[in-house]
């Protein structure tokens, strides 16, 4: 089979009128900046009320090999690294549990991309475990805590063929991959794509379709201030909403701001600015159907709470016993703390689950996953729903 998606893309998903571009960056110019908040604000409020989300969940690093080198990437090990590694299926169960342990509804399977099509290692250490795909260990190991245990699997798996999301479907309640950006000169020498198959833009917009016409509730999002235009951030939000208007699958929008750290090749590279961020999100909320959660992550910006009058309704993941493995500097929020922050702002901090109610359908989630949920409706419905969102 294909490494990578074999749905054909129509020229609509990615060709992003320069003059709608324009618009929305002179919207953006021309705007002060506590105005398009404001702006923003209003549209999140008219939709989402004064509740502003998260979802507590545990992560599992299933692999931190992969066959791309992004340059700003501190999850990656290179197979010759000691610490590279599949994790086993004792080791998936055992976070699990730990996981559910501590109240968390959702286990977030993250990993690498493909490693196994690039490197004899992971292939050999797959094979060992009776694979010859990472998708299809993910598979199991998403099989695996189904029947072991209560939580709801959310896979993130990077680019993914139609055949292989539909498979991983019938698994997970929710999938995602960060668009990133839809800059192709990222992927020049010297960029911070550069040699990375799966982070060129068409390859990530395939799987955003096949996620789309496979009816997967999907989260995706852009990644600002790793060498991208302002016009291409624009093109970026607006294709995602192209892609949605088409499909209408995803649930979530995150912007997440570039982060510096030691050891990394971008380690010189300015990081985008409080201001920067909080012209971003407004944008999107501006840009965006109404009914897609933006979310940003709490723990890369320690003004994080002013977010909130940028426009956004949701933090992302909030874990009470696994680390950030992508940014694992930067330590999560103490959810009580991020409660009273959330209240003072005006607002009520509320859990949910990694499947949005509006995606609770026959359409969009497989009969194992409706049963999962219905099974242990009590332990995973305790949240007030945002008010707006089931009527939308
Ligand atoms: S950011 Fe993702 S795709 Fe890029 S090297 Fe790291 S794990 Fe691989």
């Given at each position: 089979m294909a490494n990578l998606s074999s749905v054909i893309i129509n020229k609509e998903f990615y060709d992003i009128d320069k003059s709608e571009i324009d618009t929305y960056k002179r919207v953006a110019f021309n705007t002060p900046l506590s105005e398009l908040m404001q702006r923003a604000s209003k549209k999140r409020d008219a939709y989402w009320g004064k509740m502003i989300t998260y979802s507590k969940k545990v992560f599992v690093p299933l692999t931190n090999m992969c066959r791309d080198t992004c340059s700003?990437?501190?999850f990656v090990k290179h197979?010759?690294?000691?610490?590279?590694k599949i994790m086993s299926p004792d080791e998936v169960l055992k976070s699990a549990r730990k996981g559910e342990n501590s109240g968390c509804k959702e286990l977030l399977f993250s990993l690498g991309e493909k490693p196994e099509k690039r490197y004899a290692k992971p292939k050999k250490a797959l094979a060992a475990l009776g694979y010859s795909t990472m998708t299809d260990y993910l598979y199991d190991m998403c099989k695996l805590v189904i029947g072991e245990t209560s939580l709801l699997p959310h896979v993130n798996a990077g680019t993914l063929s139609e055949y292989e999301l539909k498979k991983l479907k019938n698994v997970s309640a929710s999938m995602g991959m960060m668009l990133e950006t839809t800059s192709k000169r990222l992927n020049k020498k010297g960029e911070a794509h550069y040699a990375c198959p799966d982070k060129v833009p068409i390859q990530r917009i395939r799987t955003l379709v096949a996620a789309g016409s496979s009816k997967v509730p999907f989260t995706t999002g852009i990644l600002i201030g790793i060498g991208e235009t302002f016009d291409e951030r624009i093109e970026a939000l607006l294709l995602l909403e192209k892609i949605n208007n088409r499909y209408?699958?995803?649930q979530e929008v995150i912007i997440q701001n570039f982060q510096r750290k030691p050891n990394i090749e971008m380690a010189e590279h300015p990081e985008p600015s409080l201001n920067d961020m909080l012209q971003t999100i407004a944008l999107a909320r501006i840009i965006l159907s109404p009914s897609i959660s933006i979310q940003a992550p709490p723990n890369l910006e320690q003004e994080h709470i002013e977010y909130i009058d940028a426009g956004i309704n949701d933090w992302g993941g909030i874990s009470p016993v696994t680390k950030d493995f992508i940014n694992p500097q930067h330590p999560w929020p103490n959810i009580d703390a991020l409660a009273t922050m959330v209240r003072n702002a005006g607002f009520e901090l509320g859990e949910r689950l990694t499947v949005y109610p509006k995606f609770n359908t026959r359409q969009f989630l497989s009969p194992t996953i409706s049963a999962h949920i219905s099974k242990s409706a009590n332990k995973l419905h305790p949240i007030d729903k945002p008010k707006k969102l089931e009527s939308a």
């Open positions: 700003y990437c501190t197979p010759d690294d000691p610490e590279a209408g699958h995803i």
